[in-house]
């Protein structure tokens, strides 16, 4: 009977610990983030065409069937560190954007990162919204491997 006390007491022993790796791991995911940023994302299908320069939301105005329309972010790393930066988006104007889901800046760099719409015969006419994320991390590591330059 002893045998198998030790070897329950094995198994919970490495039961608890792989927990604790695991809310360990999530913790560090979480601390990477250093800022997230949220802005409205809209779009209008319709007839006839229209823009919005608004500064402060992410719109393509009105566009017309068979035709693109595009908006330039510009990111520019002012940390002390390199940093990953990605992109999402929420909301039924996901389908309509064309962007790159992640880049990554060294100190001082910037980039301009181009968020386009394409619109097909077979949408409907509407209104489409949601909302445009950023989420900047710091990167683990140096940007000088090729695989994470672009």
């Known amino acids: 009977m002893k045998r198998e006390n030790k070897l329950y007491l094995f198994v919970f ?7 604790c790796l695991f809310i360990f791991t ?5 601390v990477s983030v ?3 940023i949220e802005f409205d994302a809209t779009l209008v299908v319709g007839d006839v065409p229209g823009f919005n320069v608004d500064t402060n939301v992410l719109t393509f105005g009105t566009i017309t069937f068979n035709t693109s329309s595009q ?47 394409i619109i ?14 950023t989420i900047i991390k710091r990167t683990h590591g140096s940007l000088e491997s090729p695989s994470l330059v672009r």
């Open 120 to 133: 097909s015969t077979d949408e409907k006419q509407g209104n489409y919204s949601g909302r445009f994320i």
């Open 34 to 36: 250093i800022e997230k």
């Open 71 to 117: 908006r330039i972010l510009k990111i520019k790393n002012d940390y002390g560190f390199p940093i990953k930066v990605e992109f999402s988006v929420e909301g039924d104007i996901g389908k309509f954007l064309v962007f790159d889901e992640m880049i990554f800046l060294d100190v001082e760099e910037s980039r301009n990162v181009s968020v386009s719409t």
């Open 13 to 19: 022993f490495i039961f608890v610990l792989s927990l």
């Open 26 to 30: 999530i913790y560090l995911k979480s």
